[in-house]
């Protein structure tokens, strides 16, 4: 009986194994690049994304300030975009500055097999059939844009409300902007605060990274409760990797989840940044219907660290917006 129970115990941790590695395997992480035609009034772009047969949804914000965009001679190029491993995806890209948003871009397919004559992840293509130059899809509804459900927020450029700014394991903090952040002690429920007195790169703000919340690779994570009025939120998390055992991709993988969704899943700091000691943004919408906003930052190798948390609600328009601005042209992605 022994030896019989020895097996099934060994047999149960093999299946525990496998699943876990099928949940690794169901998502990767890809490079997604596009070239803007070089127009300086860009604050930045929206990705959306699409199944085969789906609609186009907005996925991600990122904005050129303090976010992990790399710019080289082609053009700009996201370096850790995730994508699902077990289904068509279909990506494409919008550009947006104080007057408005452009239309999208041709789009990049995912996972194709190449029998509708679609370029898939790995052709040199041109632009994809199903995005004309309206950047509406045929069958599909265009982005929306009316400020409804998970519609994108209004342009940048206007001052945002935010209802938190917390800096992670620091002390009451007023950033080079003039906004002022408040300590996370109050809203953590562990972790450990921890600081580094390091110079951080693409930042004016060294002190707010100087600063973690940290947990070891001996715990899960820690988590955030924070009350606020139910409602649409961009939720931006501030990172950097300042541990020198880490400096390259892989080393250290974090999940975020808000509201009790993954919002990052296996997170590489070091290679969203670039580098060690490089500030990292990360942008995602979330939504709250409960009166509170729950976000976990879940380690999945390594420990897990965070250096700031923004909640942003809604957006102010600038009081006089220049009518002699218009919206960016259409970018266009660029296939690996």
Not at 106 to 134: E, L, V
């Amino acid at each position: 009986m022994k030896y019989h129970g020895q097996f099934f115990t060994a047999l149960v941790c093999s299946l525990f194994l496998l699943l876990g590695l099928a949940n690794q395997a169901s998502a990767r992480l890809e490079t997604l690049s596009w070239d803007d035609a070089g127009d300086e009034s860009i604050v930045g772009f929206r990705i959306y994304k699409r199944t085969q047969s789906g609609n186009f949804a907005l996925d991600r914000e990122v904005q050129i300030e303090g976010s992990s965009l790399g710019l080289n001679s082609n053009g700009w190029f996201l370096p850790s975009y995730q994508v699902d491993d077990l289904e068509i995806q279909v990506v494409a890209i919008s550009a947006f500055n104080e007057a408005g948003e452009s239309t999208l871009s041709n789009s990049r397919r995912f996972n194709d097999d190449d029998a509708d004559g679609y370029p898939n992840a790995s052709d040199s293509a041109p632009n994809d059939p199903s995005i004309p130059s309206s950047g509406s899809d045929p069958g599909t509804e265009p982005p929306p844009d009316d400020g409804g459900g998970t519609s994108p927020p209004p342009p940048g450029g206007g001052t945002s409300a935010a209802s938190y700014r917390l800096n992670a394991g620091g002390d009451d903090y007023v950033d080079a902007a003039g906004n002022p952040w408040k300590a996370d002690a109050p809203y953590a429920n562990t972790g450990i605060a921890t600081e580094k007195s390091v110079n951080i790169s693409r930042t004016p703000d060294d002190s707010l990274y100087q600063t973690q919340r940290w947990s070891t690779s001996r715990q899960t994570g820690f988590s955030y409760a924070l009350p606020i009025q139910n409602g649409d939120y961009r939720l931006r998390l501030h990172f950097v990797e300042m541990h020198t055992a880490y400096n390259y991709s892989g080393a250290r993988l974090t999940d975020v989840r808000a509201e009790g969704t993954v919002v990052l899943s296996n997170y590489d700091i070091f290679r969203s940044a670039g580098a060690l000691n490089t500030a990292v943004v990360e942008e995602v919408l979330v939504q709250v219907n409960d009166g509170t906003l729950n976000l976990d930052i879940l380690q999945n190798k390594s420990g897990t660290v965070i250096s700031g948390i923004e909640v942003i609600g809604s957006e102010i328009a600038p009081e006089d917006p220049d009518p002699s601005l218009d919206p960016p042209g259409q970018p266009t992605i660029i296939f690996p």
